[in-house]
């Protein structure tokens, strides 16, 4: 009879911390208590605990058994801990040597034969044992490579708990499985396919180019949909820190490859307009569990056919919008989730939604405005680029003139974000992050001549102090892609017309 402690990890959001999973096996009648506020997977780790380690030759001791999780007020979640719970008890009742474990963590859910199986959130939590000072991680064979991608941390697998009890005995190795690379990617969607829509074409450009937010309208058949899946293909690659953060959120919802690499194109969500307010931007009882929102976290959201949307969950995204993160208050606290992404949505102009847009439709004016009234103004505010697109006439699907592909079209993008970047320094990467304190400031003040246009928008009550500012952030990106150093009259004139719908 004794005591024994192993280490694992607690997620809450993106963040872990590393957790001491300590047993005490004590005279008296037979009993199994975990404590430490588990949560209902974690409470049934008693019974997976108990075959697994029968199954893999281990002694099972008929004695009474406390597993405690410390901190005990940390919320504790999932299966991630029954390979830490098990190794806990055997060192506690049979003097298993769990010491060559004393700078590592253990992850792993068990099966009832003992197997060792993958957990979600490998890569945070390897993150924070990293951070944490651990010298290794043990994680489940299936989870290796994502675990890999944590640097200054050594990682071993393991596929069953057997093969860990004879390691803590010298009597086996634990797994070191080669590094496979990553397979290619498939190709993006091309814009070269989206024939006919210069209109389209440009947003898609000026959206990629800023990190702007965009809206498109119009009947079936324009390209809205085509123009939204080919913008991650425009979008320049994500960076370490980027790409890290992305697959960490994924491996959280459980959406992360089988290969467990590192998630380098810009994703994109696309949920169907059934979705709810939890699917969109994250809950869930317990554990709030990532939404949409955050899963295109550096990357894209499409929304289409947005007009079809519940009003109420189209206003949940106004918050994630405006800060870049989504905090979700559950009765065990608050978790955080980061929310970067860039909102695109595609709507038809009414219910009809006929092919040839307003002259063919039956639907009345007033039909047509409450259809529309379903994105609200708070919504459509933090939208930077707001456009209708016409039909595509036979003359256009028909040319054989060359149409630009997106590889050209990424290079530009990439050129301009490269300028903004340089321009503002620490204070923002896209021309969309620039706080409006510096766009005012002296520095970058743009001169009242060429704010004409947003001045007597902003005076007529046409648009609102946000939208003024937007479409100044707009007006800069357009100077970047065409090479001025700073807008003028003309680029501000363009990007007011682009957010109102309208041709000034």
């Not at 899963?295 to 949940?316: I, K």
Request: hydrophobic letters at 40%; proline letters at 8%.
């Amino acid at each position: 009879m004794g005591y024994a402690q192993v280490y694992s990890v607690a997620l809450h959001g993106v963040a872990g911390e590393v957790i001491v999973v300590e047993a005490d096996v004590s005279f008296g009648l037979p009993n199994f208590v975990v404590s430490g506020l588990p949560d209902a997977a974690l409470s049934e780790a008693r019974d997976r605990v108990r075959s697994a380690v029968t199954n893999s030759g281990g002694k099972w001791p008929l004695e009474r058994i406390i597993v405690n999780l410390l901190p005990a007020h940390v919320r504790k979640h999932g299966s991630g801990f029954d390979t830490a719970v098990a190794l806990a008890i055997l060192a506690a009742s049979s003097n298993l040597p769990v010491a060559r474990l004393n700078e590592a963590v253990v992850l792993g859910e068990l099966g009832l034969d003992g197997t060792v199986r993958p957990v979600r959130g490998v890569l945070p939590a390897v993150l924070a044992a990293s951070r944490a000072g651990k010298a290794m991680a043990l994680v489940p064979l299936a989870n290796v490579t994502e675990a890999r991608l944590v640097p200054d941390i050594e990682v071993r697998a393991t596929d069953s708990l057997g093969r860990i009890i004879g390691y803590l005995h010298g009597l086996e190795t634990l797994l070191d499985p080669t590094a496979q690379p990553p397979p290619e990617e498939a190709s993006p969607l091309d814009l070269a396919d989206v024939l006919g829509q210069e209109r389209g074409r440009r947003v898609i450009e000026l959206a990629a180019a800023g990190r702007h937010h965009v809206a498109m309208f119009g009947p079936p058949g324009t390209g809205k949909t085509m123009l939204a899946a080919r913008l991650p293909g425009v979008l320049p690659p994500l960076d370490d820190q980027e790409a890290i953060e992305v697959t960490a959120l994924h491996s959280i919802a459980g959406t992360l490859p089988p290969t467990g690499a590192l998630i380098r194109r810009a994703p994109l969500q696309a949920p169907h307009h059934t979705a709810s307010v939890a699917a969109l931007v994250g809950g869930g009882s317990g554990l709030a569990k990532p939404g949409a929102v955050s899963l295109a976290h550096n990357g894209v959201l499409f929304l289409d056919e947005c007009a079809e949307f519940s009003s109420g969950v189209l206003d949940a995204l106004r918050q994630p919008l405006e800060d870049g993160e989504v905090r979700l208050r559950r009765t065990y606290g608050e978790t955080t989730y980061p929310a970067r992404a860039q909102l695109v949505m595609a709507a038809n102009p009414c219910p009809c939604a006929k092919p040839g847009g307003r002259p063919t439709c039956q639907c009345p004016s007033i039909v047509r405005r409450r259809y529309q009234s379903r994105l609200s103004g708070p919504l459509m505010d933090r939208v930077d680029l707001q456009v209708d697109l016409d039909p595509v006439r036979s003359a256009a699907l028909l040319t054989t003139e060359h149409v630009e592909p997106s590889v050209v079209i990424a290079k530009r993008v990439l050129g301009a974000r490269e300028i903004a970047s340089e321009r503002w320094g620490p204070q923002a990467r896209t021309n969309s992050d620039v706080p409006a304190s510096v766009l005012r400031g002296k520095k970058y003040r743009l001169p009242r001549a060429v704010l004409h246009p947003l001045t007597v928008e902003i005076d007529r009550g046409r648009i609102s102090a946000r939208g003024f500012e937007r479409s100044m952030r707009v007006a800069w990106t357009i100077a970047d892609l065409d090479g001025r150093e700073r807008p003028d009259a003309a680029d501000v004139r363009e990007a007011l017309e682009l957010r109102s719908r309208s041709v000034l």
